[in-house]
């Protein structure tokens, strides 16, 4: 229960680090590079509760047009748990996100209280973390993702999300550090991938390709160029070529989450997702 009033309002780009600071401690490793493309994605999108001048509970709440929404940051500061105050913004977030279909990557613990807010088990994700021991592959057809490509990058994503995404990913594939392979063959993209350093090691995220071939030369490609640094892959857990690559690059299982959603579930094709963008935003 709230026992005093708080103010719940879009977050600030100062906040928003406060909000990773969160996420870190949570031990959820975001990248160092993440907040600026977060918020060009929706800026009215990530929500911070206060009580008096303290920041007391976070969520991000992105709008993907009209029909579909993404929840993640809902995070409770440590002192203040136990008062109302994540569960208020909770119910602020899904207001702002209104009829839309609504997904996100619930932690184990939280599972049961997702189930009670309408959302549904749609599959796992699994968090594999390890040295990279990847020496770059000798493949013609690599190109790092440049203004060139984009449009086709831009194109070849919507088959892998529920709805365009234009904003985030022409900064995510190209901005703040983190760098982007596709692979393009005969003129067409056939997968792409982007690395990106975290608070802890560098994380590959999107890593989407046509088959588990391509989807290796693209791994082999973005861990190369943090070879003996540790790298995190997060592939959904029904895609078995995924865990294989994993597996056979010695990355080993630490952390799973369960994609859900409130609305009827998007068909994604799950075996041309070798890696998830990310947890916060999908």
């Not at 440590?78 to 996100?104: C, E, K, M, S, Y």
């Not at 613990?109 to 390890?130: K, T």
């Not at 190369?224 to 790298?231: A, L, M, P, R």
């Amino acid at each position: 229960m709230v026992m005093h009033l708080i103010d719940i309002r879009p977050m600030s780009r100062r906040d928003i680090d406060v909000a990773l600071d969160w996420a870190a401690a949570e031990g959820w490793n975001p990248g160092l590079a993440d907040a600026d493309a977060f918020l060009a994605t929706d800026p009215a999108g990530f929500l911070m509760a206060w009580h008096g001048d303290e920041p007391v509970a976070c969520i991000s709440v992105v709008a993907y047009g009209d029909a579909y929404g993404f929840l993640g940051f809902y995070i409770a500061a440590p002192a203040h748990r136990g008062r109302g105050f994540g569960w208020a913004t909770w119910q602020a977030g899904i207001a702002r996100l209104g009829n839309r279909v609504v997904g996100l990557d619930g932690v184990v613990a939280q599972q049961d209280n997702y189930r009670r807010s309408g959302f549904v088990l749609a599959h796992r994700n699994v968090r594999y973390e390890g040295l990279s021991r990847a020496d770059f592959p000798a493949d013609p057809r690599l190109a790092r993702i440049g203004q060139g490509l984009l449009p086709a990058i831009l194109a070849y994503d919507c088959a892998f999300f529920p709805a365009p995404r234009d904003a985030f990913v022409t900064r995510w594939t190209r901005e703040g550090g983190r760098t982007g392979y596709a692979l393009v063959d005969g003129g067409d993209v056939v997968g792409y991938g982007v690395i990106r350093a975290c608070r802890e090691g560098h994380k590959i995220g999107p890593l989407f390709a046509d088959d588990p071939a391509d989807a290796e030369v693209l791994f082999r490609a973005l861990a190369s160029t943090v070879k003996g640094e540790t790298i995190v892959l997060d592939p959904p857990e029904p895609n078995d070529e995924a865990l294989a690559l994993a597996e056979r690059h010695d990355l080993s299982p630490v952390f799973e989450t369960a994609r859900m959603y409130r609305g009827p579930a998007p068909v994604l094709p799950l075996q041309r997702i070798f890696g998830i963008t990310t947890f916060e935003l999908g």
